[in-house]
């Protein structure tokens, strides 16, 4: 958790609006999420599938050179993929339709870099097709990448030529298989045949996805309708607003600290609501590589990841990549289940469940007051603001007392859909906590708290 002089050093850096609402000044009506926005959020967790060229040949990031005859899975199972990740608890997933290379994980038009040019099925099979039918199938939601950057098509870099051949794989992307729930972009922008910088028409861009897919979620660091959380590490700023100033990262590729503050920290005087997704692999890198499976991440430190994602006002884009086979790998999948395991212990008895809180006022500070009727061994708190009338708080102290011996447990700055505190196992029976930044943030702030474990 980033410490108080951190915050501190951050805060200082933000612009004067930015800190002036970071100390309670607020707007009559701010910004509130749509309904697609809202179910994103809801969902928590999804799946991020990192799939393709580079799965055969090793690498993380292709040159579009490769020979589509070496993609060839030995026993594609995108119906594994939703199963293990549904049984995990995660509600959605995302495939990456085309990276960087420009191999196409269906049979385009628009180019023989594809798996129409496999081995694979015999040059007939769609993968696109099998994963979002295999998400159907297990109840889950499906969304697609398609990297903007194409190492392989030659039109890149010919701006208008590019932005059609860019705009015609979307087209069938968005067009063929049902409905897609999100939709992702990057910045990643790298000169094209010859030293050629290609311009992308963002605009074209989005409007074709609200045409095509009105209710899909869009991601980008300039979302428009989620961004980016400014690192590839799974970690929300704190604080961390969901409305953004859009003239600050109009575009997705915006460089520069104004950008960067944005990305991670929202803005409370933001124009436009835009919540942060973070992303992080569950490898140190993001296709499959059998020499990195010692290295796949522990259960704590996917615990911890929720926490800082999730419990921190963002949603946690997870990484899990199909090996070569075309099955998820077995060590991943394990990982997957410890995760789901230690957050449902953590989070299967809500001790406050049943008792009614009280909320006053005192002196301009608002409280929530919890009896919970005896002592009680706690180590998280669970906050959430009702974010359908906007995201207000931020600032919040808990308290807690066995009798009258009133003590801190937790400090924080924004909470917005979630914000998870943890710390050592302390036995209380009153918890308070106070809010503020809210007209009337009490009534619109839900308290749970949980044993847990020590922090």
């Given at each position: 958790?980033?410490?108080?002089?951190?915050?501190?050093?951050?805060?200082?850096?933000?612009?004067?609006?930015?800190?002036?609402?970071?100390?309670?000044?607020?707007?009559?009506?701010?910004?509130?999420?749509?309904?697609?926005?809202?179910?994103?959020?809801?969902?928590?967790?999804?799946?991020?599938?990192?799939?393709?060229?580079?799965?055969?040949?090793?690498?993380?990031?292709?040159?579009?050179?490769?020979?589509?005859?070496?993609?060839?899975?030995?026993?594609?199972?995108?119906?594994?993929?939703?199963?293990?990740?549904g049984a995990a608890g995660f509600r959605s997933l995302i495939?990456?339709?085309?990276?960087?290379?420009?191999?196409?994980?269906?049979?385009?038009?628009?180019?023989?870099?594809?798996?129409?040019?496999?081995?694979?099925?015999?040059?007939?099979?769609?993968?696109?097709?099998?994963?979002?039918?295999?998400?159907?199938?297990?109840?889950?939601?499906?969304?697609?990448?398609?990297?903007?950057?194409?190492?392989?098509?030659?039109?890149?870099?010919?701006?208008?030529?590019?932005?059609?051949?860019?705009?015609?794989?979307?087209?069938?992307?968005?067009?063929?298989?049902?409905?897609?729930?999100?939709?992702?972009?990057?910045?990643?922008?790298?000169?094209?045949?010859?030293?050629?910088?290609?311009?992308?028409?963002?605009?074209?861009?989005?409007?074709?996805?609200?045409?095509?897919?009105?209710?899909?979620?869009?991601?980008?660091d300039a979302g428009p309708d989620v961004r980016w959380i400014?690192?590839?590490?799974?970690?929300?700023?704190?604080?961390?607003?969901?409305?953004?100033?859009?003239?600050?990262?109009?575009?997705?590729?915006?460089?520069?600290?104004?950008?960067?503050?944005?990305?991670?920290?929202?803005?409370?005087?933001?124009?436009?609501?835009?919540?942060?997704?973070?992303?992080?692999?569950?490898?140190?890198?993001?296709?499959?590589?059998?020499?990195?499976?010692?290295?796949?991440?522990?259960?704590?430190?996917?615990?911890?990841?929720?926490?800082?994602?999730?419990?921190?006002?963002?949603?946690?884009?997870?990484?899990?990549?199909?090996?070569?086979?075309?099955?998820?790998?077995?060590?991943?999948?394990?990982?997957?289940?410890?995760?789901?395991?230690?957050?449902?212990?953590?989070?299967?008895?809500?001790?406050?469940?049943?008792?009614?809180?009280?909320?006053?006022?005192?002196?301009?500070?608002?409280?929530?007051?919890?009896?919970?009727?005896?002592?009680?061994?706690?180590?998280?708190?669970?906050?959430?603001?009702?974010?359908?009338?906007?995201?207000?708080?931020?600032?919040?102290?808990?308290?807690?007392?066995?009798?009258?011996?009133?003590?801190?447990?937790?400090?924080?700055?924004?909470?917005?859909?979630?914000?998870?505190?943890?710390?050592?196992?302390?036995?209380?029976?009153?918890?308070?906590?106070?809010?503020?930044?809210?007209?009337?943030?009490?009534?619109?702030?839900?308290?749970?708290?949980?044993?847990?474990?020590?922090?």
């Open positions: 958790m980033m410490t108080r002089r951190a915050f501190l050093a951050v805060a200082a850096s933000m612009t004067p609006a930015l800190v002036a609402a970071s100390k309670g000044a607020s707007t009559p009506r701010r910004p509130r999420p749509t309904a697609d926005q809202l179910d994103w959020q809801r969902e928590e967790r999804a799946l991020f599938l990192h799939f393709g060229i580079n799965t055969f040949t090793d690498r993380e990031w292709g040159d579009g050179q490769e020979d589509p005859a070496i993609f060839n899975p030995a026993s594609l199972e995108p119906r594994q993929w939703a199963h293990e990740a495939l990456t339709a085309k990276h960087h290379d420009g191999f196409c994980l269906w049979p385009t038009r628009t180019t023989r870099h594809s798996v129409a040019a496999s081995h694979w099925r015999g040059g007939q099979g769609d993968i696109v097709q099998e994963f979002v039918e295999a998400c159907r199938a297990e109840g889950l939601k499906a969304g697609l990448y398609l990297s903007p950057w194409d190492r392989h098509e030659p039109s890149y870099g010919d701006s208008p030529r590019y932005n059609a051949f860019y705009a015609d794989q979307l087209k069938e992307l968005l067009s063929n298989y049902g409905p897609i729930s999100e939709v992702w972009f990057d910045g990643a922008n790298r000169e094209g045949p010859d030293g050629r910088k290609q311009t992308y028409d963002w605009p074209r861009v989005w409007a074709l996805v609200r045409t095509l897919q009105p209710h899909a979620v869009m991601f980008s400014g690192n590839e590490q799974g970690v929300a700023g704190d604080p961390n607003w969901s409305m953004v100033d859009p003239a600050v990262v109009p575009v997705p590729g915006t460089t520069g600290r104004a950008a960067t503050l944005m990305l991670q920290h929202g803005d409370p005087a933001g124009a436009v609501w835009r919540p942060g997704e973070a992303d992080v692999s569950i490898r140190p890198g993001w296709f499959h590589h059998e020499s990195e499976t010692a290295r796949v991440r522990t259960v704590d430190n996917l615990v911890d990841l929720y926490f800082t994602s999730v419990g921190r006002n963002a949603k946690l884009l997870l990484n899990v990549p199909p090996a070569r086979t075309g099955r998820l790998d077995d060590v991943d999948v394990g990982r997957l289940s410890e995760m789901q395991d230690r957050l449902t212990s953590l989070f299967g008895d809500d001790v406050t469940r049943g008792r009614r809180p009280i909320w006053r006022t005192d002196k301009g500070r608002h409280h929530i007051d919890i009896d919970l009727g005896a002592p009680r061994e706690v180590s998280i708190a669970d906050l959430r603001e009702d974010i359908t009338r906007g995201q207000w708080v931020s600032h919040y102290l808990i308290e807690g007392a066995a009798t009258d011996d009133w003590r801190p447990l937790a400090e924080g700055t924004t909470i917005g859909y979630r914000r998870l505190d943890r710390w050592p196992s302390a036995t209380i029976r009153h918890i308070r906590v106070t809010v503020t930044g809210a007209p009337n943030p009490s009534r619109d702030v839900r308290v749970a708290l949980f044993a847990g474990g020590d922090a």
